[in-house]
T-cell receptor, first 111, second 115 residues
Framework: DQQVKQNSPSLSVQEGRISILNCDYT??????FLWYKKYPAEGPTFLIS?????DKNEDGRFTVFLNKSAKHLSLHIVPSQPGDSAVYFC??????????FGAGTRLTVKP | DSGVTQTPKHLITATGQRVTLRCSPR?????VYWYQQSLDQGLQFLIQ???????AKGNILERFSAQQFPDLHSELNLSSLELGDSALYFC??????????????FGNGTRLTVT
């Protein structure tokens, strides 16, 4: 039951450039979307979220865009830094708080 | 440091055995969630407890069970283990029960290897 899909298992970008991580979902009932970052040997940590009533949310270098008609969200990191190298998970939830996660995208930012 | 503590960090056991994974939530958090991450898979939601009561159930096998104790720590019991149960098991916590969109705080996980 893959309600949240991250179709790119990996992404490599140069330091200073933009990183764009993508996520697609199938359940139109999802009303909140979150991005988590995970370093090796650690648990995921919350990065940024967006409500379904918005189409953009920005926090410093991180911006999340939501396209409800396409059931697609993306995370933009500008400028990318080597410390951003991690696995990024998108997650979606609806009112029972059953948070569904994608399989993750491994971002590598090269110096 | 998320404030969520999971023990043990690593566990190696044989097929057919039973293990218990333990989680202490962040101070003040009443909800505990268990997730399973198999190789190259996303986090699969297993079960949620809120203040000692089961609140939501995901793709949890009948061989697995969990509970949350009065001091709010939680245990995930895995029995009749199979090779396919090898995975990372994460515990997460949050303040409330159904806080819309509130982020979960994850522990560092327990890596279970079944041989």
């Amino acid at each position: 039951d893959q309600q949240v899909k991250q179709n790119s298992p990996s992404l490599s970008v140069q330091e200073g450039r933009i990183s764009i991580l993508n996520c697609d979902y199938t359940n139109s009932m999802f009303d909140y979307f979150l991005w988590y970052k995970k370093y090796p040997a650690e648990g995921p940590t919350f990065l940024i979220s967006i409500s379904s009533i918005k189409d953009k949310n920005e926090d410093g270098r991180f911006t999340v865009f939501l396209n409800k008609s396409a059931k697609h969200l993306s995370l933009h990191i500008v400028p990318s830094q080597p410390g951003d190298s991690a696995v990024y998970f998108c997650a979606s939830t609806y009112n029972n708080n059953d948070m569904r996660f994608g399989a993750g995208t491994r971002l590598t930012v090269k110096p | 440091d998320s404030g969520v503590t999971q023990t043990p960090k690593h566990l190696i056991t044989a097929t057919g055995q039973r293990v218990t994974l333990r989680c202490s939530p962040r101070s003040g958090d009443l909800s505990v969630y268990w997730y399973q991450q198999s190789l190259d898979q996303g986090l699969q939601f297993l079960i949620q407890y809120y203040n000692g009561e089961e609140r939501a159930k995901g793709n949890i096998l009948e061989r697995f069970s969990a509970q949350q104790f009065p001091d709010l720590h939680s245990e995930l019991n895995l029995s009749s283990l199979e090779l396919g149960d090898s995975a990372l098991y994460f515990c997460a916590s949050s303040v409330g029960d159904r806080d819309l969109g509130s982020p979960l705080h994850f522990g560092n996980g327990t890596r279970l290897t079944v041989t």
